[in-house]
Structure formats: C-alpha cells, structure tokens
C-alpha cells in the first residue's frame, strides 16, 4: 500500500490539516500539491491497492473549480480515498458531497471523510491558530480509526452531508492588488494556482481568472500584496456572527 497526498492548499491552512491526518496514516507520503498549475495531473495514477487523502479548502460552500478539474483527471484506480474539505469556521456546505462525486468519477472507493477548520484564507481574525492541539488529537484519534478500518477490510462507504444540486458558486468577491512595496519579483505569479498574475509583470492581475485564494498574499516575502481595505473589514462584520464561535471537526466513517 502506498499513501498519497492530494492536497489544494493556496494559502497552507488545508496542507496543515492534512499532513497531521496523512501522518497519522503511514510515515512514508506520496505529496501531489495540486495548487501548482504546472502539475500534470493526468499523468498521476495510483494503484487498487493504494490509499489517498484528497483535500481541498471550501469557497462558499463548494469545492474550489480548479481544484475539481485537477482532481478529476488523476486516475483512481479503484484506490481507497479519505476525502477532507477545510473551512474557516464558517460552513461547508455542499463540499463534502462534490469532492465525493469528483472522487467517484475519478475512480476512487471513498471510506472516510473529515470537515475541519483551519484560519480563515481572507478575514484571518476568523479560527486563528487553527488547526491547534484539540483538532490535531481529533485527527490522530480518525487516523487511527482509519488505520483499523483499513486492516480488518471494513470499508463501507460514509453518509455525506450535502447536496444536489450543488449550491450556486458564488463570484470571486476579493482580488488581492500589488503596493509600492511590490519589487517585482514574481513569487506571485509563479505561486498563482490559476496564473491570473502577469510573470512578466506581476502589478497586472487577470480579475476574471483570480479566484480570491490569497496564495500571492501568502506567498509574497514582502508583503506587497493586499485586499481593499474596505471590502476587508465589510467581509469581517458580515462573518462575525457566523464564525465567532468555535466549530470542531467532523469526522465520517
């Protein structure tokens, strides 16, 4: 058996979540960053016997679409898979249900599943330091119910919450913009999942393209790269009632 990591994480929120969950399950990990959009993910194929965990970060309840096309070209094989979709303590919705379908029609035999919170990508005010202790030992303990699961053979699938129809994706909401403290030095553009960023120019920035991911903010070593302001604190009021308290994870075996 080999464990492979498939893992759409712009800005490290979901990579953390998963590295705990991946770790708990072998110590040896097959990484796939499937926000890199050089990745030829066609060219990925695992083998019946093989386990993968699939994660990806919910945008507005849904399963990121770049995220889902990368994922629906990699060859399953009939391969075992824990899906994990991340939030930022607001909700995830229908997440869960479309990273089942995608993983079905991409060939995988789905045995487990987790919602856990990580910081929020854009208002990080919202589950700061998450994941923390608590959600690392809820991790390890589903880790170690997977690892059970896999040896006696029990592998019914999970009930999902979610539905369908998927709930309407909504639009990109913030496009992170280059100050005077830019230097053009093109970590972002070579970091974008979805190259909106000029790499011969990164201050020009495709609007339609971006996905509001914040991985160039997160990535840029001069923090040269921002959100409006205004849209900013106006985006944190909207979300305080729904994400100041404290979410756990849900686990589904």
Known sequence: M???????????????????????????????????????????????????????????????????????????????????????????????????DIARQAGFRVIGAVAAIAEHSIARQFAFGRPDDQDARQLREFALQLRARLSAGDLPEPVLPGHRPYKKAGAVGMVPRPTKACTRCGACARACPVQAIRPDDPKKVDGKACISCMRCVAVCPHSARKVNPVMLAAAGLMLKKACSDRKNCELFL
Do not use: H, M, W
């Open 2 to 100: 080999k464990l492979y990591e498939l893992c759409f994480s712009p800005t490290g929120g979901t990579r953390k979540v998963t590295d705990i969950l991946a770790g708990g399950l072998a110590d040896r990990i097959e990484r796939v960053d499937l926000t890199d959009s050089r990745i030829d993910c066609s060219a990925i194929a695992l083998a019946q016997e093989d386990v993968a965990v699939i994660a990806v970060p919910s945008y507005g309840g849904r399963v990121p679409s770049v995220a889902a096309k990368r994922l629906a070209a990699v060859q399953g094989n009939g391969a075992r898979a824990v899906l994990v979709c991340v939030y930022g303590n607001r909700a995830y919705e229908d997440t869960l249900a479309e990273l089942r």
